[in-house]
């Protein structure tokens, strides 16, 4: 049986961990707590003396506001950083990435079965319209499908103006990897250029995917969304099949919590807030890294008949107004009502 990652949704989880995943768990507590400044602190304050599997979710959290504070506290003093990431800034102040040769050959791998569960195979032509420069996720694009034999075109961040929209064209690109938002204005002004683009896939990541968006890439291109899911601290994390109905988990590496979003305990059920451990990274290392995501878990196996383990994107934690007389409202409502409306029109 081929290694996926781990899911844990309540406390007897944590007890019923194969004896394999434990020793990972043990080992990464172990690394962490020896050389990397953050963790070495964290771990010195806790009154738990053995860290281990069991009482794993007795760890307190890291999240996305100690990252921008001094990032080099969570790279291992034995650890060889060869690359620099930022993310860009959605809680205020960036957060810096540090990667070593072999996170990065992990992410490559990762994305290689993605973008194959999303249907990329030889003879494809793909545009890569994902910025590339201090983000990361261009690069491991681009690695990835050159590992694939896929003939690539780096955009990057170019304008979505006449001359890109030939270059498009002219490459032949079949498959466009881009924001969802920006495949939206590609479909747009190549429509009103009055340019024929010859495209059956597109893969999409970076922001969350409607069903307005899905449906005007339907009807100008003949063509489906395919989301791919992850972030800047975690590279790819998982991708959609043919079917559409969430995110096949590819990071064999991966360990996800599932967490009640008031208490931040085990949830208890298939639904909360995700948060991720990286085991065996070894440039920026995050230990129960609170990512900002709810997810749902998928306990059915999907249609495809693929057996990873399967999420959806639920909302962000903090997308809450607080109105004058004490109402919430969930951004994800609002958010939702302004892309039926702005889809409609030139972003």
């Not at 020793?23 to 507590?29: A, N, T, V």
């Amino acid at each position: 049986m081929k290694e996926q990652s781990v899911i844990l949704t309540g406390i007897k989880d944590y007890q019923n961990i194969t004896p394999q995943v434990a020793y990972r768990i043990k080992d990464q507590l172990t690394f962490t707590q020896q050389t990397v400044p953050f963790y070495q602190d964290l771990y010195s304050k806790l009154a738990i003396h053995q860290l281990n599997h069991r009482n794993f979710y007795q760890i307190p959290k890291s999240t996305p506001q100690d990252l921008p504070e001094n990032p080099y506290n969570f790279v291992s003093k034995k650890s060889e950083p060869i690359q620099i990431s930022s993310s860009g800034g959605t809680y205020g102040r960036r957060k810096i990435i540090f990667r070593t040769s072999e996170d990065l050959e992990k992410s490559v791998t990762t994305a290689e079965k993605m973008f194959s569960n999303s249907g990329i195979v030889k003879g494809d032509v793909v545009a890569i319209a994902q910025p590339f420069d201090v983000w990361n996720i261009g690069h491991i694009a681009l690695n990835t499908l050159k590992n694939m034999g896929i003939l690539c075109l780096p955009l990057g961040s170019l304008p979505i103006d006449n001359k890109t929209i030939e270059l498009i064209k002219l490459s032949k690109a079949n498959v466009i990897y881009c924001t969802p938002s920006k495949a939206v204005t590609i479909a747009r002004t190549a429509k009103e250029m009055g340019h024929k683009l010859e495209i059956n896939k597109v893969l999409c990541a970076g922001e969350p995917i409607t069903q307005s968006q899905r449906q005007l890439i339907r009807e100008t291109f003949g063509a489906d969304i395919y989301g791919i899911y992850g972030s800047e601290e975690t590279d790819g994390i998982g991708s959609e099949c043919d079917q559409h109905d969430g995110y096949h988990i590819f990071d064999s590496n991966l360990l996800i919590e599932i967490l009640n979003p008031e208490t931040f305990l085990p949830a208890e059920k298939n639904e909360g807030a995700m948060v991720v451990t990286k085991l065996n990274s070894t440039g920026t290392i995050l230990v129960r890294y609170l990512l900002g995501d709810k997810v749902k878990i998928i306990p059915e196996r999907c249609l495809c008949g693929a057996e990873e383990n399967r999420i959806i994107p639920t909302g962000r934690l903090q997308e809450t107004l607080f109105l004058y007389n004490g109402t919430k409202v969930s951004v994800d409502t609002i958010e939702e009502m302004l892309n039926n409306v702005l889809n409609k029109i030139p972003q």
